[in-house]
Nanobody, 117 residues
Framework: VQLQASGGGLVQAGGSLRLSCAAS????????MGWYRQAPGNQRELVAR???????NYADSVKGRFTISRDNAKNTGYLQMNSLKPEDTAVYYC????????????WGQGTQVTVSS
């Protein structure tokens, strides 16, 4: 199982970015997909996650600005980030709990998001 993240970049404060995370390989299902971020000197933190029924939860710092979604037919998750702030600057990682012959969490490579003031 592989997760391929894309969509990071440099944006001015107030701007928007959309991250994508595509899962590939052989698996039965994906229980949840989520996005985490890690800024220099900080621990990795949960940004948002969505389970296979569509239920979502968000970090308080991004509520109302970020929207997580998934396309089950494409095994792809998305994070729409609006009204970006400099404090959103971090490496963003996608993660998914994937069911094969066992259930495990997989991580994608990080994608840098930089928000300039």
């Amino acid at each position: 199982v592989q997760l391929q993240a894309s969509g990071g970049g440099l944006v001015q404060a107030g701007g928007s970015l959309r991250l994508s995370c595509a899962a590939s390989g052989h698996f039965f299902s994906i229980n949840f997909m989520g996005w985490y971020r890690q800024a220099p000197g900080n621990q990795r933190e949960l940004v948002a996650r969505v389970n296979n029924s569509g239920s979502t939860n968000y970090a308080d710092s991004v509520k109302g600005r970020f929207t997580i979604s998934r396309d089950n037919a494409k095994n792809t998750g998305y994070l729409q980030m609006n009204s970006l702030k400099p404090e959103d600057t971090a490496v963003y990682y996608c993660a998914a709990e994937v069911v094969t012959t066992f259930t495990a969490r997989y991580w994608g490579q990080g994608t840098q998001v930089t928000v300039s003031s």
